[in-house]
């Protein structure tokens, strides 16, 4: 049986619920509640268009931990059964600490789902809620690194074959700066922010040599924040970040794989794209592509299924444009494969 993964980050999903977890009340002479709507039904096209057995949902709608009033297994639900979506089933892992959270979507007549946290006491492997400590300025002495949203951890059994595979779901260290005032605060914030992108994808690589070590066929996909050849600082720093997650080549089998392909430079940006963003200092929109799913070996990949929905890109997704260019700020990415 062909199973299809999708990640997608969702803007701010969270402003579509109100504080009783259901749909918000679009109220038509409001310009805002206008906006939201699109969003909304936007969603519902895409969701019905891609049809993925399951979905990767990067800022899912908020959860909150001290009251427990905010779900956002509920509020996807309710998602779903607006656009008559019966057949998926919500999983979370580790609440963040603050908004917006990691969810998994997926189709409940064929798999069977569940959290499973990965990690040991150790050092070099904790716990995705628990602390990393990691020399990521090459000088030998650790520095102490936490998730801001501890990534989700699942088993996926395939109810027909009784087969299973992981996801590991991620929304790693964002390099985008918002409060620098001058070129020296600049730089000084883009490197600690790289510092802490590569830490965190580390850390995700550590788990990823774990898995792999245990025989276990895996995917990582999320929203990594880098991608190769994205800008300067990986030819200081020699690296990207996602080349972190893929893996060493000097151990080839342990390669996750990267079915896209190497992005090429355009008039835009970056092609093919998963997002854009605003140049600080041109003022111009730079495509980027920051968006993955990376796959173990073992898992047999469906030629020419690997796609991410960037209507000026794809084909197929031209038909949606409108829906996925008020849906969010990102674009999906799926990829088919078997067992």
Not at 72 to 86: E, P, R, V, Y
Not at 95 to 121: M, R, T
Not at 193 to 219: P, Q
Not at 280 to 308: C, Q, V
């Amino acid at each position: 049986m062909n199973i299809k993964v999708c990640t997608y980050n969702v803007e701010w999903f969270d402003h579509l619920f109100d504080n009783q977890n259901q749909v918000i009340s679009f109220q038509p002479e409001n310009t805002k509640n206008k906006k939201l709507k699109k969003q909304f039904d936007g969603l519902g096209t895409i969701f019905q268009t891609i049809d993925a057995d399951i979905y990767g949902i990067v800022e899912a709608p908020n959860t909150t931990v001290s009251t427990g009033n905010q779900s956002s297994i509920t509020k996807l639900k309710n998602f779903l059964q607006h656009f008559n979506l019966n057949k998926y089933e919500i999983i979370t892992g580790i609440i963040s600490a603050g908004s917006q959270e990691l969810a998994l979507i997926y189709d409940k007549n064929k798999f069977d789902v569940h959290h499973s946290k990965g990690g040991s006491n150790t050092k070099k492997n904790p716990p995705f809620d628990k602390i990393f400590e990691f020399d990521s300025e090459g000088d030998g002495i650790k520095e102490i690194y936490k998730f801001y949203r501890p990534p989700l951890e699942v088993e996926i059994t395939e109810k027909q074959s009784g087969k299973n595979f992981y996801i590991i779901l991620a929304h790693t260290k964002s390099k985008g700066i918002f409060s620098a005032v001058d070129m020296v605060r600049w730089e000084k914030e883009n490197q600690r922010n790289r510092r802490k992108l590569f830490a965190e994808c580390s850390w995700i690589r550590r788990r990823v040599d774990d898995w792999l070590n245990k025989n276990r066929e895996l995917i990582v996909m999320g929203d990594m924040n880098d991608g190769p050849g994205m800008d300067y600082y990986e030819a200081q720093f020699g690296r990207s970040a996602v080349e972190i997650i893929m893996g060493d080549i000097f151990e080839p089998d342990k390669i996750l794989r990267n079915y896209c392909g190497r992005p090429k430079w355009g008039k835009y940006g970056w092609e093919p794209s998963s997002t854009r963003f605003k140049d600080r200092f041109t003022e111009s929109y730079i495509n980027a592509w920051i968006d993955h799913i990376l796959m173990s070996p073992g898992l047999n990949y469906t030629n020419g299924s690997y796609k991410i929905w960037n209507p000026y890109h794809l084909d197929e997704a031209k038909p949606i444009k409108t829906s996925l260019l008020d849906a969010s700020d990102h674009f999906p990415v799926s990829v088919e494969f078997t067992l």
